[in-house]
T-cell receptor, first 113, second 112 residues
């Protein structure tokens, strides 16, 4: 079975500071990994995905994530936070054996001026 | 705009009432899903449909039923609503789940 763990339900950063949102996964087969963003009162929007190609994945809005098999991690980063980045972020995993996405519990990012 | 459309956006039910949440996608996707989102618990899969005519239980199916009416539409029914079903419900679709889902904007359901 697959699972993801997001460390930190809330993360606060200053505008212009580095954003780091942590995600660790568990999977018995090679995983496909995703980051989604949810703005208030909206649905989820795909930020980026890892599907066994390059381990460093670039997404929308300046976000990127690196797949590290040895650490079973897929942390999301952005060099410089913007006020508009304030949202909830979800890490998710699936595999070639299933079409189902398993989500983490989410991390709410706050950005202070 | 192409995507996943959910109706209604908001609903208040009394305990014991029934209702159906509607979902339609226009991307010709094979697979469709229903999730519920609760604070601190992320999204949990209720039911999914890998193709027209098939449905399967997810992590939290109790108290719900689904119908895959055709390739476009996947409805979620609450036969006798309970306060524990107060949640935000999301429908999603995918052509191949390993490449991610497209989500609807959600239905906020309150059961009193």
């Amino acid at each position: 079975a697959q699972s993801v763990t997001q460390l930190g339900s809330h993360v606060s950063v200053s505008e212009g500071a580095l954003v780091l949102l942590r995600c660790n996964y568990s999977s018995s087969v090679p995983p496909y990994l995703f980051w989604y963003v949810q703005y208030p009162n909206q649905g989820l929007q795909l930020l980026l995905k890892y599907t066994s190609a390059a381990t460093l994945v670039k997404g929308i809005n300046g976000f990127e994530a690196e797949f590290k098999k040895s650490e079973t991690s897929f942390h999301l980063t952005k060099p410089s936070a913007h006020m508009s980045d304030a949202a909830e972020y979800f890490c998710a995993v699936s595999t070639t054996n299933t079409d189902k996405l398993i989500f983490g519990t989410g991390t709410r990012l706050q950005v202070f001026p | 705009n192409a995507g996943v459309t959910q109706t209604p956006k908001f609903q208040v039910l009394k305990t014991g009432q029934s209702m159906t949440l509607q979902c339609a996608q226009d991307m010709n996707h094979n697979s469709m899903y229903w999730y519920r989102q609760d604070p601190g618990m992320g999204l949990r899969l209720i039911y999914y449909s890998a193709s027209e005519g098939t449905t399967d239980k997810g992590e939290v199916p109790n108290g719900y039923n689904v119908s895959r009416l055709n390739k476009r539409e996947f409805s979620l029914r609450l036969e006798s609503a309970a306060p524990s079903q107060t949640s935000v419900y999301f429908c999603a679709s995918s052509d191949q789940g390993t490449y991610g889902y497209t989500f609807g904007s959600g239905t906020r359901l309150t059961v009193v």
